[in-house]
């Protein structure tokens, strides 16, 4: 019996120890609060504090994301547009971050007011052209007078200039990376005024889009740039065609006139040659071919059903006669 309240008394010290000792992980930071006051601040580790009177708060000490919502808002060149951004930040002094914002659902908050208010001021004062480019290199307009551009920015990935730009934008270069670091640095100034324990690591901008109504703007002038363009390559391939045609049509006739001639020269000399060997035979023997032609004439005249009366006399029936 004497030793049951010697375990009792065992059991409350090491309930009162264990409620006494606390870990804090790699990457975290604790503060010790007591009555609502930060008491201290440890770090990694194995610590003590008072049992009931002392609370315990863990804050993340590693690099921590905001993502904030793609806001609409109106650029120099009198477009609205839509500006999606994201930032790095963390926790440098997790007293003052307490006292401040009490926990990270807080510093969320504030960094949603000081970040999209600084990147509101900073776009609204630059061309959309500034926005999306990252150098200085002169846009190109082509022959119909439209500016064309892919530009890349400061991360990985291709932003379009739009081809509807004013002229005094197109007098500057790209301030895309100048926007990025001025948004960074007012930030960095406004949270080191308001000493909210924060040091903001990186900031970047997601993406740049235009509003819909914009957007089908843009779209139709860049349809139309495209049908110009198409009925100047459609009018050039009608040129060409029309220089080919007229080239093939004349090297045909070249051709057909070429034939005629050698036709001819062919006809020519075959006639000649026929002509020389009627002669030839006709000088042979001269009653001979008079025989043969009057053959060939009994032979077209006295053919088929047809009648012909003819003189005794006629020299169309002379071999006959000497025939009887």
């Not at 009792?8 to 992980?25: E, K, Q, T």
């Not at 197109?170 to 406004?190: A, N, T």
């Not at 900031?203 to 235009?210: E, G, Q, T």
């Not at 060939?296 to 169309?316: H, K, N, P, Q, R």
Request: aromatic share 8%; hydrophobic share 35%.
């Amino acid at each position: 019996m004497k030793r049951f309240p010697i375990l009792a008394v065992l059991f409350v010290l090491l309930i009162v120890v264990s409620s006494a000792l606390f870990v804090v992980p790699e990457g975290q930071t604790a503060l010790i609060i007591q009555l609502g006051k930060v008491k201290s601040q440890q770090g990694p580790g194995l610590h003590f504090k008072l049992p009931i009177v002392d609370e315990v708060r863990f804050f993340d000490s590693r690099v921590l994301a905001w993502d904030g919502d793609p806001e609409r808002i109106p650029v120099k060149d009198s477009k609205f547009i839509y500006v999606d951004t994201f930032a790095r930040w963390r926790i440098s002094d997790a007293e003052r971050f307490y006292n401040a914002v009490r926990d990270e659902a807080g510093a969320q908050s504030r960094l949603d007011d000081i970040l999209d208010g600084s990147v509101r001021d900073v776009v609204s004062t630059h061309f959309l052209n500034e926005l999306v480019r990252s150098t200085d290199r002169p846009l190109e307009t082509d022959r119909l007078g439209f500016v064309s551009e892919v530009a890349g920015g400061d991360e990985p990935g291709e932003a379009l200039v739009d081809v509807g730009v004013p002229d005094e934008a197109l007098d500057g270069g790209g301030k895309r990376l100048e926007v990025r670091q001025s948004i960074f640095d007012i930030c960095q100034k406004k949270l080191t005024d308001l000493d909210l324990g924060i040091t903001l690591e990186d900031l970047r901008i997601k993406r740049i889009d235009y509003t819909e109504q914009v957007q089908n703007e843009v779209y139709n002038r860049m349809v139309s740039q495209q049908e110009r363009i198409a009925e100047r390559y459609r009018a050039q391939g009608e040129g060409k065609r029309a220089e080919i045609s007229g080239g093939t049509e004349q090297e045909l006739k070249q051709i057909d006139s070429e034939s005629y001639r050698r036709a001819q020269e062919i006809k020519g000399a075959a006639e000649a040659d026929s002509t020389r060997i009627y002669a030839e035979a006709y000088g042979a023997d001269e009653e001979f071919y008079r025989f043969l032609k009057s053959l060939e004439t009994y032979e077209a005249v006295l053919g088929g059903e047809d009648t012909l009366i003819l003189s005794t006399e006629s020299d169309l029936m002379r071999y006959l006669k000497s025939q009887q």
